[in-house]
């Protein structure tokens, strides 16, 4: 029996099949999934920051996309999980409020920025994704087959 099991906001978790992973609330953050797809162990991660130097309370790496995204993998591989077998998903990064010209001040876009790059030299590869805009997001991964559903106030739910 499938379980749906809640990631919370700085927070990650790994499962594997029949299960699905889930967090609500996804503004600027981003939701960084991967799925190994020959095992089929999946492990998500809500990140807030893209990274972890330069900030004081920097204790808690699921927080930031430098030091959050091995751990997760780091996880996964516990579990079973092969890096190489490894693709990943994203969703979120939005940016929720009206800033100023300032780059730094879009959070969303450098939390996508800095999973993509952490991806990158991970070697993982990115299949799909749902990013920027300015609305939240709520995801839900499956470890059956790595579909991640996405729901939106206003603009329904889709799947990649």
Not at 20 to 29: D, I, M, N, R, Y
Not at 41 to 59: A, C, D, E, F, R
Not at 69 to 96: D, H, R
């Amino acid at each position: 029996m499938m379980e749906i099991i809640k990631v919370g906001m700085a927070d990650l978790n790994v499962t594997g099949y029949p299960n699905a992973l889930t967090t609500l609330g996804l503004g600027s953050c981003v939701g960084v999934c991967i799925y190994d797809t020959k095992t089929k162990i999946i492990g998500m991660i809500h990140i807030m920051l893209p990274y972890s130097w330069g900030v004081k309370n920097n204790t808690n790496p699921a927080k930031f996309a430098d030091t959050g995204i091995p751990l997760l993998i780091e996880k996964m591989e516990e579990l079973g999980a092969t890096k190489k077998n490894m693709v990943s998903k994203l969703a979120g990064g939005a940016q929720m409020f009206e800033v100023t010209r300032s780059e730094f001040m879009n959070i969303g876009k450098r939390n996508v920025d800095a999973a993509k790059k952490v991806l990158y030299e991970q070697n993982i590869p990115i299949v799909a994704e749902d990013t920027g805009g300015n609305y939240g997001r709520t995801i839900i991964f499956y470890s059956e087959d790595g579909r991640l559903e996405i729901k939106t106030i206003g603009k329904g739910t889709k799947t990649i």
